[in-house]
């Protein structure tokens, strides 16, 4: 299902299953990613078993980074995928690890210092891009978009500052197949937010995240929002039946 609008006023989104004004969403979706930071790779690798990882990796060997490339790294959080673009790009490429949320920025900018990585790290918003246009080679998200209030917009703006021939990669959690959805929705609402409540001392954020992961348009929709934003080639790819997918589209 994607994200649903107020079509006479504009003002309202998703909050998770809440309909929240939109300036609403933003504040409420940096308390949960404020609260969550300090905890966040410890919970990552419980809820999804370490397998957010195996995904990673594979949305790295799908971009492809080659010495030289510039890469931007929206909602890069705690740095995983921007630690490895910046091995990958060397000293004469250039990488941006972004976020929307400073306590996210700030976890992932000192994990890559201590790596001995120095990179530009950013605050910014994903849907008011402050890069010039055709200037990266390579546009990642990795479990942003869905936060993100004006989805279509957003990926306007990662096409736009894509250079001709340029790629985007967008991994995400997606729709598992009819036959999971009962098994998933059990630990998704019972067990996420109960290892939310004993890891973090915090089962509404996880609750949320769960929630987020339901609102979030599913892999054929989200292709169909990728093209319609300008991106030609585009294809995903189901990981572990679709509890996540790597979608790719190219700027031509």
Same mark, same amino acid.
């Given at each position: 299902?994607s994200?649903?609008?107020n079509?006479?006023d504009?003002?309202?989104?998703?909050?998770?299953?809440t309909?929240?004004?939109?300036e609403?969403k933003?504040?409420?979706?940096?308390e949960?990613?404020?609260?969550?930071?300090?905890?966040?790779?410890?919970m990552n690798?419980l809820?999804s078993?370490g397998?957010h990882r195996?995904?990673?990796i594979?949305?790295?060997?799908?971009?492809?980074?080659?010495?030289?490339?510039?890469v931007?790294?929206?909602?890069?959080?705690?740095g995983?995928?921007?630690?490895?673009f910046v091995?990958?790009?060397?000293k004469?490429g250039?990488?941006w690890?972004?976020?929307? =949320?400073?306590s $996210?920025l700030?976890?992932?900018?000192d994990?890559l210092?201590n790596?001995?990585?120095?990179?530009?790290?950013?605050?910014?918003?994903?849907e008011k891009l402050?890069?010039?246009d =055709?200037?990266f080679?390579r546009?990642?998200v990795?479990?942003?978009l869905? =936060?993100m209030?004006?989805k279509?917009?957003?990926?306007a703006e990662?096409?736009?500052?894509l250079?001709?021939?340029?790629?985007l990669?967008?991994l995400e959690?997606?729709?598992?197949?009819?036959?999971l959805?009962?098994?998933y929705?059990?630990y998704?609402f019972?067990v996420?937010p109960?290892?939310g409540?004993?890891?973090?001392?915090?089962?509404?954020?996880?609750?949320?995240?769960?929630?987020?992961?339901r $609102?979030h348009p599913?892999?054929?929709?989200l292709k169909? $929002?990728?093209?319609?934003?300008g991106l030609e080639r585009v294809?995903?790819?189901n990981l572990?039946?679709g509890?996540a997918?790597l979608h790719?589209?190219?700027?031509?």
């Open positions: 299902m994200e649903q609008v079509k006479t504009g003002t309202t989104t998703h909050f998770g299953y309909t929240v004004a939109e609403e933003v504040h409420k979706v940096a949960v990613f404020h609260s969550v930071a300090a905890k966040y790779d410890v690798d809820m078993a397998l195996i995904w990673k594979f949305t790295i060997a799908q971009a492809g980074v080659r010495p030289g490339f510039r931007l790294d929206i909602a890069g959080g705690t995983d995928l921007a630690k490895e091995k990958q790009a060397g004469t250039e990488v690890h972004t976020d929307i =949320n400073e $996210m700030r976890v992932g900018r994990r210092l790596k001995g990585l120095i990179t530009p790290t950013l605050l910014c918003d994903a402050p890069f010039p =055709n200037y080679d546009v990642s990795a479990f942003g869905r =936060n209030t004006h279509d917009q957003a990926l990662m096409r736009r500052v250079k001709p021939g340029g790629k990669l967008v959690f997606s729709k598992v197949p009819e036959v959805q009962k098994p929705d059990l998704s019972k996420l109960w290892l409540q004993k890891i973090a001392n915090d089962a509404d954020s996880y609750r949320y995240l769960a929630e987020s992961i $609102m599913d892999q054929e929709t169909g $929002m990728m093209q319609e934003a294809e995903y790819f572990t039946a509890v997918a790719t589209g190219v700027k031509l």
